[in-house]
């Protein structure tokens, strides 16, 4: 009677060139090997550097079978931070999954500029309008001097996420669901800084996206109408001037095509001293402004 033979894992790194393939008709080399990469050291809790220099060896039954699965969800260009469950965010290791938006590295320049902005003052009342993950708020929560920091967003599936994220930072956060067009019936605090990064995504853009982004990231974190870019950049500037400490500041995430429609906004609104940054490519992507004394 013949031996019914078990059979053999394919290896790892052999698998990961097999992902590759597949994956350059949607991203460059690079980035392909880069998701391949990740996912490789996602399943296995080892570093990508040892397949390099063991090229034969393979996948465990359980880790096979993780692949199998995980991959198939790329190949469906599901973001990788979806698959893996996890994203980077400075020195945040973040939990997300469908229903809250992928942070992005505009963002933490956006967090780098309220830091430089409020460092070694402490106890600061702080905003989070439009949490998402919470990586804003996380953020500030623990690199600010003792900060009170209330975040808010409409999603309660976000929320779900930046709970879970903010208790594993061991960040001291009051959530709550709101409409950011309501903030002035939450009975909140006067701030010292407030920052948003609301949907700023034009609808005409749709065409030009990825297809990872548009079917998979929430289009509530995402899109605003063509006809109304500056909706919720005017609304939270309205609410902000009344919810801002004398001299209090007002920091904004924006569209690269509109940083000089947003500060003319903020200045009609009453803001001074109203600054631009632009992010690591040069393209402006962040307006704050000073609530007068």
């Known amino acids: ?11 790892i790194l052999g698998s990961a ?18 998701l391949a990469k990740i996912l490789v050291e996602h399943i296995t809790s080892d570093a990508w550097f040892r397949f390099r220099t063991d090229p034969e060896r393979r996948f465990s039954d359980l880790e096979w079978n993780l692949w199998q699965e995980l991959s198939g969800r790329i190949r469906r260009l599901e973001p990788i931070q979806y698959v893996i469950g996890i994203a980077w965010f400075r020195e945040l290791e973040l939990e997300v999954g469908p229903g809250v938006l992928i942070p992005r590295p505009e963002t933490e320049e956006l967090v780098s500029w309220v830091l430089d902005s409020a460092k070694d ?14 990586c804003i708020a996380i953020s500030l929560a623990v690199e600010l001097l003792t900060p009170k920091v209330t975040a808010i967003d409409l999603s309660a599936d976000a929320l779900y996420f930046a709970k879970r994220n903010a208790a594993k930072s061991q960040a001291l956060i009051h959530f709550i669901e709101a409409d950011a067009a309501e903030l002035s019936k939450l009975n909140l605090p006067p701030m010292d800084v407030i920052v948003c990064n609301p949907p700023y ?19 509530l974190a995402l ?31 924006i569209h690269e095509l509109y940083g000089q429609a947003v500060s003319i ?29």
């Open 201 to 219: 995504v034009l609808e005409s853009d749709r065409a030009e996206m990825n297809t990872n982004v548009l079917k998979y990231e929430p289009e």
């Open 265 to 293: 906004m903020m200045e009609e609104r009453g803001f001074v001293n109203i600054q631009s940054r632009m992010d690591l490519s040069g393209k402006t992507r962040m307006v704050c402004g000073t609530n007068p004394s």
């Open 121 to 134: 003052q402490p106890g600061l009342e702080v905003l989070d309008i439009g949490t998402g993950s919470g």
């Open 1 to 11: 009677m013949k031996r019914e033979l078990k059979p053999i894992n394919p290896s």
């Open 223 to 253: 899109f605003v109408p063509d006809q109304t870019p500056l909706l919720h950049y005017i609304s939270v500037s309205e609410s902000s001037r009344n919810l801002l400490v004398p001299g209090g500041r007002l920091f904004f995430e």
């Open 17 to 34: 060139k097999v992902l590759v393939s597949e994956l350059i008709t949607n991203f460059s080399e690079r980035e392909s090997w880069n």
